[in-house]
């Protein structure tokens, strides 16, 4: 996500309607071409809130940190 991204990490302030993890990509991905492509194929990502990987749907009120994977392969 960093590359795609173009930064090491992000503070940002979303608006009140941004609720759950999910909501968090949907507005993060209007925020440029990078993000945009980075967060395409959403059902396919993973997250952490503080350092606990947690469902799409997950609240991110009082969240300090958030942290979003992409998928990956390996065996």
Do not use: N, Y
Request: aromatic share 6%; glycine share 10%.
């Amino acid at each position: 996500m960093r590359e795609a991204f173009g930064l090491d990490g992000e503070q940002v302030d979303p608006p009140a309607e941004v609720a759950t993890l999910r909501d968090l990509l949907d507005w993060l991905a209007t925020r440029g071409a990078g993000h945009a492509a980075a967060l395409a194929q959403r059902d396919r990502l993973r997250a952490a809130i503080d350092q606990k990987f947690v469902p799409m749907e997950t609240s991110i009120a009082g969240a300090r940190e958030i942290a979003i994977f992409p998928p990956v392969t390996g065996g």
